[in-house]
């Protein structure tokens, strides 16, 4: 396939905070809905997780008026990114269109998984019921390469409770890494190091601070499936990335909070950014 180098590529976040949903005034700037990213690549829409983030952007695509054909790709099946799925009002209507991505785990397929969460006792209603849009299901292995229109993207397993698919998109000769809920065993993981080479855009678990991981601070979070940006940045670093963006934000840490952690990793990585709802950023 030849890179067109002028072609549009932009992301968006809709959601951008971990583990759980964090309404209110403290939590504005930044945001408080759990993960939910948009890719568009020419005219492909591609969403990564359908946490509550997913909400918003489906109102978002509603006020268009217009058919909505998008793919979705899902990292894993914890709540934080799923919960958002059964009020992304796009899928409610006929004339659109999706096919969801994700891997099989358990024994499972991506189908079977996301029908489990909406059912009795959990849900009133179930997809089968209400799902009026055209719906496709996609069992997506670890190292799977595939082709929408001018995007390629490829997935690969990380270092997650239950595994988690981290996704690097290319498109125009661009690329965007979206590697949420990563844990930072070893921050030079060759998988992780191969994903995140040479990318345009690295958005990164980055919820904790090296202290908070290890329990200098807190109760220790080593073992639940998250990183800091100490790892964050050394990863950027070592894999030459253009520009890191830290995501699956600590629901404890309020905006002011989180204006001092962006201050303290700029002392290490100055150009870095941490993920804000509805920030847009162009690749041209």
């Known amino acids: 396939m030849r890179e067109d180098s002028r072609l549009p590529f932009e992301v968006r976040f809709w959601g951008v905070r971990g583990s759980i949903p964090t309404p209110g005034s403290r939590t504005q700037r930044y945001g408080g ?4 990213v948009e890719m568009r690549c020419g005219d492909e829409l591609l969403i990564f997780d359908l946490g509550t983030g997913v909400r918003v ?3 978002a695509l509603c006020a268009t008026r217009q058919p909505v054909r998008g793919s979705v790709f899902l990292s894993h099946y914890h709540y934080d990114h799923l919960q958002g799925l059964p009020f992304f009002t796009p899928i409610f209507i006929p004339q659109n269109s999706f096919t969801v991505y994700g891997a099989p ?3 499972r397929s991506v189908k079977e998984i996301l029908s489990g969460q909406m059912v009795q006792p959990y849900f009133p209603v179930t997809a089968e019921q209400v799902f009026r849009a055209q719906v496709a299901y996609r069992d997506l292995e670890p190292e799977s390469e595939l082709e929408l229109g001018p995007a390629r993207i490829r997935a690969v397993d990380l270092n997650h409770p239950g595994g988690n698919l981290g996704y690097r998109v290319t498109c125009g000769g661009k690329t965007i890494v979206y590697a949420t809920d990563v ?3 070893n ?3 060759p998988v992780l190091m191969a994903l995140a080479r040479d990318a345009d855009v690295l958005i990164i678990d980055a919820m904790y601070t ?3 991981y290890r329990g200098l601070v807190g109760a220790s979070k080593v073992g639940w499936g998250h990183s800091t940006w100490e790892a964050a940045v050394e990863v950027a670093n070592e894999a030459r990335v253009k520009q890191l963006v830290l995501f699956h934000h600590e629901p404890t840490r309020d905006d002011e909070n989180m204006d001092r952690f962006v201050e303290q990793v700029r002392k290490h990585r100055p150009d870095v950014i941490a993920a804000k709802e509805l920030e847009t950023l162009k690749l041209l």
């Open 57 to 59: 952007l489906g109102e």
């Open 210 to 212: 090296e202290d908070e």
């Open 33 to 36: 809905n759990t993960p939910c």
């Open 183 to 185: 844990e930072h065993e």
């Open 187 to 189: 921050p030079h993981d």
């Open 105 to 107: 785990r358990e024994g």
